[in-house]
């Protein structure tokens, strides 16, 4: 990765592009520490500070606002300017990508070309100021009502008027900021974004473990549990981050190569063909998007009863909020599961056709060994497609629900046994992060790959040559 980066340096090109990228983020970062006006920022933050044993087993944590604003680099906590984040982008570009498979007029304009990808884009950005506009409403009333963020005497149509419409334009910007990215800088705009957002938290999240580390071996524990205690409980939580990266590096390295056998044909004086190559089919074809869209669906609900003002705990709205809002529940897990398999699916569906390789192969002379060309080519190929995306979007599911799957077990030992809260504490902010290092990795191997795949296009020297 470092030799990659090295070399893509060394190209004015992909300098400049890198360097593009660079300041974007630097310009993301400072919009993210820009606090809105008439908003009490620490009283934000305070009230999203919610994973304790205790509230994590009665269901009042604040999961999901707390994983959001791991994904918004800590701006939700801050109350800044970009608090809403990419998430309104996301949810725009999995509503389009949605509607244009089901919706006749989208799907031609999807297969216009550039004209049309340029149309759903713009349609994409007035689906994201709808979306911003509905967020930034429930998050100022949540402002108001649970986190009693607004200032003294901010209590005004005027001000709300004010703190929404921040809102709406940092998320806008942030939709600006994310497709200069893309046009301008070394692509994956929205995933580079994430990147930043997540890194960011990581300072945080380590002292966080060391202040507690630190307070427990201060003071004196009760007899069943040892000093050596918080040392372990870390060095486990360390070990399996470290076998959870190496996982996603193995999965996203993996692929299935179809045999492919290419005819001998005589051009002119000259013989083409007789040579045997593959078909890579990657076992992650998707990337992180599965996981990205997954807790983006996932946390709407959630969000939105976060922001309802909800007092009566006996009331069936409680319980229907405290339901979506806890993901130390058996329901977030499945979904989870669930969601992310089927996005996976979803992505390979409108990425990679199989009948449209098959009639390439074709024309090309191209054959794979003991399948006859044509129609039987494309079956073929749908079947591999198929247990190939099945296998890496299962090994995806698996690493997303393993940390909220860990913390579900956990709350049921901590129900039989005296846990102490350091322990609850160190492994619930290793939940909060699993989805983040899965991102993190994932958008870290996808840039390489992008990287290195414009450097082969710049050496290229082409047959004039």
């Not at 009665?58 to 300017?81: E, K, Q, V, W």
């Not at 993996?254 to 492919?260: L, N, T, Y």
């Not at 629900?401 to 049921?412: A, D, N, S, T």
């Amino acid at each position: 990765m470092f030799k990659t980066l090295a070399n893509a340096w060394k190209i004015k090109d992909l300098r400049d592009k890198l360097l593009f990228t660079i300041m974007i983020i630097l310009l993301y970062r400072i919009g993210a520490a820009i606090t809105v006006p008439f908003v009490d920022a620490n009283a934000v933050a305070n009230t999203l500070q919610g994973n304790s044993l205790q509230n994590v087993l009665s269901g009042t944590s604040n999961s999901i606002l707390n994983f959001l604003n791991t994904l918004s680099g800590g701006a939700l906590a801050n109350a800044s300017l970009f608090a809403l984040g990419v998430s309104p982008y996301i949810t725009a570009s999995i509503v389009m990508q949605l509607l244009t498979v089901a919706i006749p007029p989208l799907e031609r304009l999807a297969k216009q070309g550039e004209e049309g990808k340029q149309k759903i884009n713009v349609i994409t950005r007035y689906v994201t100021v709808a979306i911003s506009l509905v967020t930034a409403i429930g998050y100022y009333f949540y402002i108001r009502y649970q986190a009693t963020g607004l200032v003294a005497g901010a209590d005004t149509w005027y001000i709300a008027i004010v703190i929404i419409a921040c809102y709406c334009a940092g998320s806008s910007l942030v939709m600006w900021l994310a497709e200069k990215i893309n046009d301008k800088g070394i692509g994956n705009g929205i995933s580079i974004i994430l990147f930043a957002n997540i890194v960011s938290r990581f300072p945080a999240i380590v002292v966080y473990i060391v202040t507690v580390f630190r307070t427990v071996t201060t003071q004196d524990i009760n007899d069943q549990y040892s000093e050596i205690i918080p040392t372990i409980i870390i060095v486990l939580s360390l070990i399996a981050m470290l076998a959870m990266i190496w996982f996603i590096v193995f999965i996203s390295d993996s692929e299935r190569r179809i045999p492919v056998q290419y005819a001998k044909k005589v051009v002119g004086r000259k013989m083409y063909g007789g040579r045997n190559t593959n078909l890579p089919i990657k076992l992650n074809m998707t990337g992180v998007m599965p996981i990205i869209f997954a807790n983006s669906i996932l946390s709407l609900p959630g969000m939105i009863f976060g922001f309802i003002n909800v007092e009566d705990q006996e009331s069936f709205l409680y319980s229907v909020k405290v339901f979506f809002t806890n993901t130390a529940s058996w329901f977030f897990v499945l979904m989870t599961f669930i969601l992310i398999l089927a996005f996976a699916y979803f992505y390979v569906a409108i990425s990679f056709n199989p009948t449209e390789v098959a009639g390439n192969l074709q024309q090309n002379g191209g054959s794979i060994p003991g399948i006859r060309p044509g129609k039987p080519t494309s079956t073929f190929i749908k079947k591999v497609l198929s247990k190939v995306t099945f296998m890496g979007a299962l090994a995806l599911s698996v690493i997303a629900v393993l940390p909220p799957l860990i913390q579900l077990i956990l709350g049921y030992v901590a129900e039989w046994t005296a846990m102490p809260e350091f322990a609850f504490s160190v492994v619930t902010d290793f939940v909060h992060s699993g989805s983040s290092v899965i991102i993190v990795v994932g958008v870290i191997l996808e840039t390489v790959r992008e990287i290195e795949a414009q450097m082969t296009m710049r050496h290229y020297k082409g047959f004039l040559d």
